[in-house]
């Protein structure tokens, strides 16, 4: 009896290693593609930073390798989000024959939009907040100082707002996901809206630039980003979670005792 219970717990982690080494293979095979370009990668994250500097300035490097090794950390990274959307399939595909059909039918447009706003965050940071967030703090230099940033600390600093803005650019789907998981609900969400208006200027005075231009920049994307999440919520929950479960639940026992049936036929 033990062995057989053991039995579906292997296979499932099987199953688990058999998805992390496919994504693993993922990645590095997109890496060593990428690799090749790591230079001009570099130099295209970098430009928004290099485009504000004044005729003179340039980039540096404190450490021996960071002119090797930076690129290469970067294409890493840069190989990790390009094969976000092969990662969450397999990580769809391992959770999914768990789920009841409704369930499968509701995420996999969550699972797709959650990728895409992800991109879409970055994106925003990239060709919108960079240009004017490094404009502001070289506009706002003491005079006599020449910017010289450390390509490695300028990695870190990209990445945590690519990061950040892809997070914060997710609202829709958390939204979505509180509403179908019984949370709150759409109409307790508009109730709300005031505080979370606010909310979403705190969250853009802390992830941008102290410039009121900037925060804003953030804040009124969250804001309309919201009122898509509580648009959309509004599908996720009219069907009832509980009365779709308990009728797959009577569907499964119907099954099961056809099955029982025909031994004794």
Known sequence: MAVEDTQPLI????????????????????????LYFSND??????????????????????????????????????????????????VW??????????????????????TGLFYLGMAFAYFVVFPLAFGFFVKTAPEGILISTDINNYLNFVMALFFAFGVSFEVPVAIILLCWSGVTTPDDLKKKRPYIIVGAFVVGMLLTPPDVFSQTLLAIPMCILFEIGVFFARFYVGKGRKKQRDQDDDDDETRSDEGDEKPSA
């Open 93 to 114: 595909s391992f959770i999914a024959p768990a789920l009841y059909k409704h369930e499968r039918r509701l995420m996999m447009p969550l699972l797709f939009s959650s």
């Open 41 to 90: 990668i570099y130099h295209m994250v970098s430009a928004p930073l290099m485009d504000q500097l004044p005729k003179g300035a340039s980039m540096i490097a404190t450490d021996v390798a960071s002119p090797f090794l930076t690129p290469i950390k970067l294409t890493l990274i840069v190989s990790v989000f390009i094969s976000a959307p092969y990662i969450l399939y397999q």
């Open 11 to 34: 296979s499932h982690l099987i199953e688990l290693r058999s998805r992390l080494l496919r994504s693993m293979v993922c990645i590095i095979t997109i890496f060593l593609a990428l």
